[in-house]
């Protein structure tokens, strides 16, 4: 009985049927295209197994695309890889017969499809065909893994999409085959993971203030990818895949502002770029973590501000309330982004936490603050950060790094912890004017804050907002004023700020006229922060615009 494979893909940063349009245009012209694979982390292109299902002839094969969750079939004639098919390779016939979008990039594995790329029913192939092993796949695990899927039908496109690999073999289903759908995952929705997620990359990405908008310009790049721009989404996995192509990363933290003004636009953008990254770099929900920021839990008018508490303004002591709470719908289109991503509702405080265990010996452990407490009131109250100290007693808790009593529980060594929120801790612009009404940048409890950060042994602070990179260390002591000692000694932690990551040029200081991303490389003994330069028009260059040593 003939075996055959499923290869998955999806359209990133491109329009649905982006991807087979561009192939079947090829093939149109020349007959035939060069289809490459892009590889999950620890997969290597199978040669031997395709190598003998095609040595005699051609090979019918399928083609999933997991975004839209459609099937089609193609032709297979011929691959091109390296023997081991763990070198990458660039396209062949010098990319004539790829698609411009990616014929220069290097791959795993190349797949030659002869004729027209056609759609078909996925009633006609779920529940039609079963699972076989593909051993050549993985290997330095010797076989592969999936042996809950061995001799089992292939039941749905839901099963398909919750699997954490990239191609498939099967054959036609006989009797005897398993007949369950199986949707196994090891994800359990958490908003504090105590589970690390372990990883042999020692890299974790790091993006800010990205602003995705309704398309009125406040975002820089253009959600789909176009002939001479491309997406934030492209330009971040193509630079990640030429610098750490085995690896990949190992999360993904994002310190606030997805958003321009918390627009269900917005969200939804910054939902499909979360999707698009998490593909990408086969990560899942336990390896993201992001906070919220000013501008993604409603930026309201005065006039919005009384309406949403019902009450008719009088005097400036109604504005008291300002300091407690900010109104449930203010946030919701948040809330409903937070479920859409972590397949759970946020905590009340939308604070989060994250573990990793990175190469196998490295402990990382990161906390996600929300600042936006406050509501932020358009030309009167904006900008300002506050996250009070029941969110910092919930937050250590949640970590691990105190008890429900609040008693310290010993940091261990070797361990790196991060604290992530959206303000600032210190100044970062040289100057501001004075004017009434106006947005001002702070976080009016960071002396509270500071002395939570000394107190659970925090190494890092990142932040984002004002769009400008920065970097200062600080030691001292959780209480300056009383004596060093067991009860009362002094760290060092360093605070270091992203600036923006997608924001328009205009809204980036003249300090900063770029967009940036961030690889903290854990490999060595303190991590580094590198940051690289992000551009809509043109490639992401492969050289670290600056670096800042742990």
Sequence with gaps: MFSTYIFRFRDLGKSPG???NEHNEIIKEKDHTWWGWWAKSGECFPCQSLGVAIENDELEIFLFDSGQ??????????????QSGTKHQPAPDGGSCTPDYYNTDELLGWLKIKGEITEIDNTSFFQKYSYLNLNDMYPNERCDLDEQLFNKIVFSEKELQKQDRTIWRIRPRKPGDFEHESLASHYIPCNYVQKFSQKDSEQILWLSDIH???????????????????SLSSRICSLINILDSENQCAGLAISGDLTWQSQKEGFEKASQFITDIESSLNLTPD????????HDVGLVSQDEYFKNKGITPKSENNWSELATKYHTDSKQNYIDFYKKVFKRAPENSLSQGRKFLLGGHKIVEIAGLNSCYLQQVQGTFSGIGFIGEEQLKEVACGMGWTKKDNTKIPKKANVTRIAMLHHHLTPVNEVEDAYINFRYSVTLDAERLIRWIIDNEVDYVLHGHMHRCFSTKITRRA????????????RTFQVIAMGSSGVSNEQIPNQDSKNYMCLIDFSQQRPKFNFYSLYSQTETDRNVAFSVDG
Excluded: M, W
């Excluded at 995705?212 to 491309?230: A, I, L, S």
């Design 479 to 490: 209480r300056p004023l009383e004596s060093d000692g067991e009860n009362n000694p002094e």
């Design 69 to 82: 969750s459609k099937i089609y079939k193609a032709c297979l004639v011929r691959i091109h890889a390296s």
């Design 18 to 20: 982006f991807t087979i």
């Design 212 to 230: 995705f908008d309704d398309g009125r310009g406040k975002h820089n790049f253009p959600f789909e990818d176009q002939d001479q721009k491309k």
């Design 287 to 294: 390896d993201i973590i992001i906070c919220p920021g000013n």
